[in-house]
C-alpha cells in the first residue's frame, strides 16, 4: 500500500520505544497495510500485553518472537545465552531481508534490534542487508536502547525517547498492562 517506505529508529533511554511502534503498527494496519512485529530478546514465553491484543482474530498484524531463553538480568553474562541468542539473532535477520526483498508486508517493526545491535547481538550489515535489498515501499520501524550513529545514518526518521523521570527509579515495579 505504500508508495515509498522509510526507515524510523525509536531509541534512547526512556520508556515507549516498543509502544511508539506498536501504536505505528496498528495506524498502519487500520489503513489497510500489512504489517509485521518481530521482537527480539521477547520470548514468547513472556506475557506481553501489545502481543496479547494481537491475537490471532483480532487485528492483522503478525507477530513473531525468537524462541530461544532469554533474561535481560543475566543473559549478557552468560556465553551460552549469547551464542545462541546470536544465531537465532542472524537467522531471524536473514529471513526478514528475505521477507522485506519480496515485498511480503509493508511495515516491518524490529523490536529491541538496536539495542541487539548495541550489544553485539546482531550485526549492522545484516540490518544494512535488509534496508538495501528491500522493497521500495516497505517501511522499516528499529527500536531499543543505544542507536549508534552510523545506525541513525541509515534512517529518515529517529526519535529519542529521554527519560526524565520513571516510577523504576522509587522501586516500583513493572506493571501489567503499563510497562509490558
Known amino acids: 500500500m505504500l508508495e ?28 489497510g497495510n ?11 514465553s513472556l506475557n506481553i ?3 496479547l491484543a494481537l491475537q490471532p482474530g483480532t487485528i492483522t498484524i503478525k507477530v513473531e518472537a525468537i524462541d530461544a531463553p532469554w533474561d535481560m538480568a543475566k543473559s549478557l553474562k552468560d556465553q551460552k545465552d549469547l551464542s545462541q541468542m546470536r544465531k537465532a539473532i542472524s537467522e531471524a535477520l ?12 509493508d511495515v516491518l517493526v524490529l523490536d529491541e534490534i538496536v539495542f541487539c545491535l548495541s ?5 549492522i550489515e545484516d540490518i544494512k542487508n535488509i534496508i538495501d535489498k528491500r522493497d521500495p515501499a516497505v517501511e522499516i520501524v528499529l527500536t531499543g ?7 541513525i545514518a541509515l534512517a ?25
Open 156 to 180: 529518515d526518521l529517529v526519535t529519542e525517547m529521554k527519560n526524565i523521570k520513571h516510577p523504576f527509579d522509587k522501586g516500583t515495579s513493572a506493571r501489567r498492562g503499563i510497562e509490558f
Open 94 to 105: 536473514e529471513r526478514i531481508a528475505e521477507t522485506a526483498e519480496k515485498r511480503l508486508y
Open 145 to 151: 536502547r543505544g542507536a549508534t550513529q552510523e545506525l
Open 4 to 31: 515509498k517506505g522509510l526507515v524510523q529508529i525509536y531509541t534512547g533511554d526512556g520508556k515507549g520505544k516498543t509502544t511508539a511502534a506498536f501504536g505505528l503498527a496498528l495506524r498502519a494496519a487500520g489503513q
Open 34 to 44: 500489512k504489517v509485521m512485529i518481530y521482537q527480539f530478546l521477547k520470548p514468547p
Open 49 to 51: 500485553g501489545e502481543r
Open 119 to 123: 550489544k553485539g547481538l546482531a550485526k
